[in-house]
């Protein structure tokens, strides 16, 4: 059972544009959503979360976005820059800290 | 940002031999580090969560008997693959809990291959 999905296998956007990533989940348990980007042959780095009680949280480039009644939330990152091109996950735990992740999407950023 | 240390980084061993992969939480104490296993193209599977100076907990499916796991110390924690065969052959990653809400600090990985 999939609890988090994350339906793109991969994304391909211009540098400079917008790149949005896009997550579903299944467990209203879920309140606490995190993205983390990955690598190849590196474990993943954290980059940003939100709480279930906030519906954006902004970063820098990075913004997160979550709709509770939808159960999904999208990971936006502008100006997209070649160096984001990784595969980036989006995980969820229902307190505590346990993350369930998704499958992740492969981003890659055209200069 | 928290450094959590992963050793070896990369491991060859022949089928039916074990593997000790180390987890170390280098700038911050954890009380808490999991292992997750990833294959090619797929997502981070949690294996097991591991709390200092207790059992860990296996998620389901995985046999704890064939990975040990150790957490001595609030710094490290130990994933020994036993009697590794082929399929066992994957990308472990460890992490480290620095706090309550989830927020995970993870280790580089390593790269175990069975022959």
């Known amino acids: 059972d999939q609890q988090v999905k994350q339906n793109s296998p991969s994304l391909s956007v211009q540098e400079g544009r917008i790149s949005i990533l896009n997550c579903d989940y299944t467990?209203?348990?879920?309140?606490?959503f995190l993205w983390y980007k990955k690598y190849p042959a590196e474990g993943p780095t954290f980059l940003i979360s939100i709480s279930s009680i906030k519906d954006k949280n902004e970063d820098g480039r990075f913004t997160v976005f979550l709709n509770k009644s939808a159960k999904h939330l999208s990971l936006h990152i502008v100006p997209s820059q070649p160096g984001d091109s990784a595969v980036y996950f989006c995980?969820?735990?229902?307190?505590?800290?346990?993350?369930?992740f998704g499958e992740g999407t492969q981003l890659t950023v055209n200069p | 940002g928290a450094v959590v240390s992963q050793h070896p980084s990369r491991v060859i061993c022949k089928s039916g031999t074990s593997v000790k992969i180390e987890c170390r939480s280098l700038?911050?104490?954890?009380?808490?580090m999991f292992w997750y296993r990833q294959f090619p193209k797929q997502s981070l599977m949690l294996m097991a969560t591991?709390?200092?100076?207790?059992?860990?907990?296996?998620e389901q499916g995985v046999e704890k008997d064939k990975f040990l796991i150790n957490h001595a110390s609030l710094t490290l924690s130990t994933l020994t693959v036993t009697s590794a065969h082929p399929e066992d052959s994957s990308f472990y990653i460890c992490?480290?809990?620095?706090?309550?809400?989830?927020?995970?600090?993870f280790g580089p990985g390593t790269r175990l291959t069975v022959t």
């Open positions: 992490s480290a809990g620095a706090g309550g809400l989830g927020e995970q600090y």
């Open positions: 591991s709390n200092e100076g207790s059992k860990a907990t296996y």
């Open positions: 995980a969820a735990s229902a307190g505590g800290s346990r993350l369930t």
């Open positions: 700038d911050f104490q954890a009380t808490t």
């Open positions: 467990n209203s348990m879920f309140d606490y």
